[in-house]
């Protein structure tokens, strides 16, 4: 697992680790398409403990998995951007 994180370091390449396919580059300028990112470190009381899983998921995988939940995620406006122009 950490050795294919490697590779694709490497390669200077994001790969989504739901659908398998290259987050793509949304500018010239190496900037990604937006992803969501998780390192999670498991606990004592997990079945997983010392165990640090990270994977990537790309916007459409992201979509498609948050519609499964029962619940629907909490969505909000992050008003922080818009301070930054000011
Ligand atoms: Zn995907």
Known sequence: MYHIE???DTMNEKICNCCGR???YATSTGV???YLHITKSWGYFSKKDLNVDKFNICETCYD????TFKIPIQTL???NVFKNLE
Do not use: A, G, L, T
């Open 32 to 34: 990604y398409n937006d």
């Open 22 to 24: 290259p987050i793509k």
């Open 6 to 8: 490697e590779v694709q």
């Open 77 to 79: 406006i992050d008003e």
């Open 64 to 67: 498609r998995w948050v519609h």
